[in-house]
């Protein structure tokens, strides 16, 4: 017999195999495979452990999405016994996952799955932080997890809501981080919102938010941040519990254990935790705790009286470790002064798990040297600063207040004419004053751009090495204040050609976007991007703008767990879009790309995709005036090639058009001239390619207008973008005074009138009313002869003679004599036969055309002696009238329209007003 262990291992190995896979489809036949080599009731257990682990193992949960569409299941291993597992599972939690998630239907399925992984996620981050006990809280497994979506009202639907009140009270405020972490809305107190997204719905469905915590060995920015506050809270813990309870006192024990736990999980894929202090600011590794207590600035005053910048925790450490530490410290801070500071009594007790001040921060160089002075040769950078110290020394103010303006002025006058005479003398003052406040350089040139055009590139090559050295700095504070400067200066290196430097802070702030997590700091960066880029654009340096601009297409791409962060990251990118969107960039643009060099057209191309559209749309539909075909095709192509990205900037110049209208409705003659009109087709043709609902009311608004050029476009563009809007208008414009406009409207109808004869009637109506097209219709009618009551409308138009409107073209006669022999019947014969005698009598002119019509009308009447009627259903049309045109014979019957309907149309836009 196996025991419950053998299935816990089997489980592991079950999760294993099945979470190894990417995709969701192999995941499902991993397991539907491993599934068919057990029995029933062998395979059971094991999966029941899968359900019990599906929150506290991220491998267990990805198999438990797995293991929840049965049907699936079952066609992956169709061979395998799965009723013998229903009878296992039966009347158990699981089995109603099974039932409830079996009667929803595929697109509710994806809803319901994704919420399930969301649920399941959340579980995860609340074991991870200890604040749920899977063994001991109830509710806590994988079915528990599908029901608690299942039960509740639209679990298919994309809109997914927590209550807090169903989860305990002691962890309801850690639930509100991690919900927020996780981007859902508090839509009311207590009620929180995560809308699924369509694009992020195959992330979810899939699991791939729980793939994403496999093997990174990371945390979530939330419990990491909560896991350094931990480790604060804990350390002043058990400082105190030493300083209150004497060696080897119970109350003590506890609190060493908690510290190493939290160490134990802020370890992560790092060996040593640093707790660092910097200021009044407290950082733990990289995370930055937030000094919410008086307990915190104490905890930073102790640790400055001590002279302590940081505290390293070694793996390895005990908790004798930790109290022989804590005895220490607890020692006053003139006694640990005397003794050599706290490093040094660490040392002497063997504690080599420990380490004190072994992380500091001030100015390095790019080497990891300290920077201690200023090169030599840099003299006019060194007399800036003399001239000014002196100046600020001799009034007894303060260098910290120096203003930047007056420095770089100063900075300007010696770069004109340095000072030789007291070289030495200045080199010394300028190296003390960096050393003293090395952020005085850089304010000094940063504030007159007319220095930053003339003082040596070594010089600010050092101040960008410098610069990009603090982009690592654990406090944003300075990675803010390091980007706003790193704007100056990489916009400098733009403007001197300096490519290499360029790139390098490209890279830089890449790299830094990566892992950056203060909003403020992300959004500064991304738009630090956003200017290179333009500058870039502006300045024909394509290549390194593409670089830049795939930094932006990756912060497009990025999502981010945390609401904060994810909404700088919308900010910036909208920030980012109004800085690159001049006309500057797109005209450079737009000059590549109709470049008759493919590589730099393709690479302009390439950047077309990533640039704000509206000022390169406009620039491209510029283009459509050119007298050159190639570019005007070009120009053409590339607004296909934007697709989606480009149709509101088209939307935009169209709606401009149909303003341009407003004053002109009411004048049938207007229209646009030659040269607005050719850019207004060109757009609307390609809006007919891309083939966007979202275009449906720009084109339909433009039906409206006098011009029938513009008309007819719109309409011919809405038969590819809107079927039943374009049907809906036709009915309208088949009325339309323009022939170009109402034989297009009558192709759409006929089209839909094969299908539905309901649209009948109104060609009909355009025939009475609208001469123009009446040749056309007769062709419409051609084809839908087959139905009644096309027959019946050219037979009454046959009877009424010459008064009739098929006697003014000879055309139309023919037309309808055509029609007759193709789908007529013998119940025709009178009406035809009446209307031959009438010819013979000399009713029409001898003529040529007579003599053919009189011709085709004897052929017609032969063919329907000889042949049966096509008409749809068999049935003869009744004429109207009396003697040998009485066409309806006993028992034959009229077909009925009444069911015939036009159930689905889109809205008139006002076009049948």
């Known amino acids: 017999m196996k025991s419950r262990t053998d299935d816990s291992i089997a489980a592991v190995r079950l999760t294993g195999t099945v979470s190894a896979h990417e995709d969701p489809d192999k995941r499902t036949d991993a397991l539907a495979k491993f599934v068919s080599g057990y029995e029933p009731d062998a395979m059971g257990p094991i999966l029941g452990s899968v359900v019990k682990d599906a929150c506290s193992s991220l491998e267990a949960g990805l198999t438990f999405l797995s293991l929840l569409d049965r049907g699936r299941l079952e066609q992956s291993s169709p061979e395998w016994d799965w009723a013998g597992l229903d009878h296992y599972f039966l009347k158990t939690r699981l089995d109603d996952v099974w039932k409830l998630f079996g009667r929803l239907g595929p697109q509710e399925r994806e809803y319901a799955a994704a919420k399930i992984s969301m649920l399941i996620e959340i579980a995860y981050l609340l074991i991870e932080d200890d604040l749920l006990d899977p063994d001991s809280d109830a509710e806590c497994?994988?079915?528990?997890?599908?029901?608690?979506?299942?039960?509740?009202?639209?679990?298919?639907?994309?809109?997914?809501?927590?209550?807090?009140?169903?989860?305990?009270?002691?962890?309801?405020k850690f639930m509100k981080d991690i919900l927020s972490e996780l981007d859902f809305i508090e839509k009311s107190p207590g009620l929180w919102q995560f809308t699924i997204t369509k694009d992020s719905l195959s992330r979810y469905t899939s699991g791939g938010n729980l793939a994403s915590h496999l093997g990174s060995g990371a945390i979530s920015q939330a419990v990491a941040q909560r896991n350094a506050e931990n480790l604060v809270k804990r350390l002043e813990l058990l400082l105190k519990a030493m300083q209150m309870f004497p060696a080897g006192h119970p109350s003590i024990d506890p609190s060493c254990e908690s510290l190493l736990s939290v160490l134990s999980k802020l370890r992560g894929e790092k060996d040593q935790v640093t707790l660092s202090v910097m200021g009044d600011t407290i950082m733990v590794n990289d995370v930055r705790v937030e000094k919410r207590t008086s307990g915190m600035s104490s905890f930073i005053r102790s640790f400055t009286e001590r002279r302590m910048s940081s505290l390293s925790f070694s793996p390895g450490i005990t908790q004798e470790e930790l109290k022989t530490f804590a005895r220490i410290f607890n020692r006053p801070a003139v006694y640990i002064s005397e003794h050599g500071g706290m490093a040094r009594l660490l040392e002497a007790r063997g504690l080599n798990t420990l380490a004190v001040n072994r992380f500091h921060y001030q100015l390095v160089s790019e080497d990891g040297k300290e920077q201690s002075n200023l090169d030599r040769g840099e003299v006019s950078i060194e007399d800036a600063i003399f001239a000014e110290l002196i100046d600020r020394l001799e009034r007894g103010d303060s260098i910290d207040s120096l203003p930047g303006q007056k420095i770089g002025d100063a900075l300007k006058s010696v770069l004109a004419a340095a000072r030789s005479d007291r070289e030495e003398q200045r080199g010394m003052i300028a190296r003390f004053v960096t050393a003293l406040d090395p952020t005085l350089l850089e304010r000094g040139i940063l504030s007159n751009p007319a220095i930053q055009r003339s003082m040596a590139w070594k010089a600010v090559r050092r101040i960008i090495d410098g610069l990009l050295a603090n982009l690592m700095s654990p406090d944003p504070d300075v990675r803010h204040d390091c980007l706003g400067k790193l704007r100056e200066m990489v916009l400098l290196a733009v403007e001197r050609g300096k490519e290499n430097s360029t790139i390098q802070v490209i890279e830089s702030v890449s790299m830094m976007l990566k892992r950056e997590q203060d909003p403020d700091v992300y959004y500064r960066a991304v738009v630090l991007t956003a200017s290179l880029m333009e500058s870039l654009l502006a300045r024909g340096m394509m290549?390194?703008?593409?670089?830049?601009?795939?930094?932006?297409?990756?912060?497009?791409?990025?999502?981010?767990?945390?609401?904060?962060?994810?909404?700088?990251?919308k900010r910036s990118l909208v920030e980012a879009h109004r800085k690159m969107d001049t006309i500057e960039s797109a005209d450079a643009i737009v000059q590549r790309l109709l470049s008759e060099d493919e590589s730099v057209s393709r690479e302009a191309q390439r950047l077309a995709m990533i640039a704000p559209p509206d000022n390169l749309v406009s620039q491209l539909v510029s283009v459509f005036n050119e007298d050159n075909r190639r570019l005007r095709s070009k120009a053409f192509q590339m607004l296909l090639r934007m697709g989606k990205r480009g149709l509101e900037s088209l939307h935009k110049r169209l709606r401009e058009v149909t303003v341009a209208f407003e004053p002109h409705m009411n004048d049938s003659s207007f229209s646009l001239p030659e040269r607005d009109w050719y850019i207004a087709r060109n757009m609307i043709q390609v809006l007919r390619e891309i083939g966007a609902a979202e275009s449906e009311s720009v084109l339909a608004d433009l039906c409206r207008v006098p011009d029938p050029r513009v008309r007819r476009e719109c309409l011919l563009a809405l038969a590819r973008v809107s079927q039943t809007t374009a049907e809906s208008l036709s009915l309208h414009l088949v009325l339309d005074r323009s022939v170009e406009v109402s034989g297009i409207a009558l192709d759409i109808l006929t089209k839909q009138a094969s299908n539905n004869p309901a649209f009948i009637p109104r060609i009909i109506e355009a025939f009475r009313k609208n001469p123009g097209i009446r040749t056309g219709i007769m062709e419409s009618f051609s084809i839908l002869g087959k139905h009644g009551q096309v027959i019946d409308f050219i037979s009454q138009c046959l009877q009424k003679g010459p008064t009739g409107i098929l006697f003014e073209n000879p055309e139309l006669i023919a037309g309808s004599f055509r029609i007759m022999r193709r789908y007529g019947n013998r119940g025709m014969l009178p009406l035809l036969e009446n209307l031959r005698d009438e010819v013979e009598g000399g009713f029409l002119k001898k003529s040529k055309i007579d003599r053919e019509l009189v011709s085709l009308l004897r052929e017609t009447i032969e063919a329907l002696q000889l042949g049966d009627s096509v008409i749809a259903g068999g049935d003869a049309v009744s004429m109207p009238g009396s003697g040998r045109r009485k066409t309806r014979r006993s028992g034959e019957s009229v077909r009925s329209t009444g069911e015939d309907e036009i159930t689905i149309l889109g809205p008139d836009y006002g076009i049948g007003d």
């Open 141 to 172: 497994t994988g079915a528990d997890m599908a029901l608690n979506v299942l039960n509740a009202r639209g679990s298919g639907q994309p809109e997914f809501q927590i209550m807090l009140s169903s989860y305990p009270v002691s962890i309801r």
């Open 543 to 569: 290549s390194i703008a593409l670089t830049a601009g795939k930094v932006l297409q990756n912060v497009e791409g990025t999502r981010f767990p945390r609401t904060e962060l994810e909404a700088a990251r």
